[in-house]
T-cell receptor
Framework: DTEVTQTPKHLVMGMTNKKSLKCEQH?????MYWYKQKAKKPPELMFV???????INESVPSRFSPECPNSSLLNLHLHALQPEDSALYLC????????????????FGEGSRLTVL | GENVEQHPSTLSVQEGDSAVIKCTYS??????FPWYKQELGKRPQLIID?????GEKKDQRIAVTLNKTAKHFSLHITETQPEDSAVYFC???????????FGAGTRLFVKA
């Protein structure tokens, strides 16, 4: 299995809703990432988990809350989002490197397209 | 902070011609330089990468060159085909690869 699977593919939520995005990989990768991608823009790093521990938080607002329950799963909990948070949310994983962060190549999921009304 | 600049933002070529996309990076500790291709509505996928101990790498019609002194790296696609049409992102990362910084992207159109 060389895939990163994300669910749901599409999500529409109101500003008062609570929802979660899920990501799963079974490649034994111990570095997992959340990226946000707006239309016609590059992926923008949000969070990095290394060996199930949060390693990087790129000053993301607290309305986004990541969770890594085990080495195969990564969640992104969403609460009180704003319309400007509408975007494609990409999960990625990488093989563990010497420093634990990944050896390089990012394996992306297909993304969850989020619309906040 | 770290930054990767990418040019051009749009590139239109005739089928069979070559395409060149250029990037510069600011973090001198960067040592891994991947290129991702993203087709419309799809995920980014790695097409080629290069590490800082190598100056050039080739894979069929795709090649990447790296000039560490100038902090430049480039993607070269020869004999372009319509299926090469996509957005291409260069990127740079350092050390264990925790943080991959992407360039702004180049939208490549290959006209048949």
């Amino acid at each position: 299995d060389t895939e990163v699977t994300q669910t749901p593919k599409h999500l529409v939520m109101g500003m008062t809703n609570k929802k979660s995005l899920k990501c799963e990989q079974h490649m034994g990768h111990r570095a997992m990432y959340w990226y946000k991608q707006k239309a016609k823009k590059p992926p923008e790093l949000m969070f990095v988990y290394s060996y199930e521990k949060l390693s990087i938080n790129e000053s993301v607002p607290s309305r986004f809350s990541p969770e890594c329950p085990n080495s195969s799963l990564l969640n992104l909990h969403l609460h009180a989002l704003q319309p400007e948070d509408s975007a494609l949310y990409l999960c990625a994983s990488a093989r563990p490197g010497l420093a634990g962060g990944g050896t390089g190549e990012l394996f992306f999921g297909e993304g969850s397209r989020l619309t906040v009304l | 902070g770290e930054n990767v600049e990418q040019h051009p933002s749009t590139l239109s070529v005739q089928e069979g011609d070559s395409a060149v996309i250029k990037c510069t990076y600011s973090d001198s500790a960067s040592n891994y330089f991947p290129w991702y291709k993203q087709e419309l509505g799809k995920r980014p996928q790695l097409i080629i990468d290069i590490r800082s101990n190598v100056g050039e790498k080739k894979d069929q019609r795709i090649a990447v060159t790296l000039n560490k002194t100038a902090k430049h790296f480039s993607l070269h696609i020869t004999e372009t085909q319509p299926e090469d049409s996509a957005v291409y992102f260069c990127a740079a990362s350092r050390g264990g690869g925790f943080k991959t910084i992407f360039g702004a992207g180049t939208r490549l159109f290959v006209k048949a």
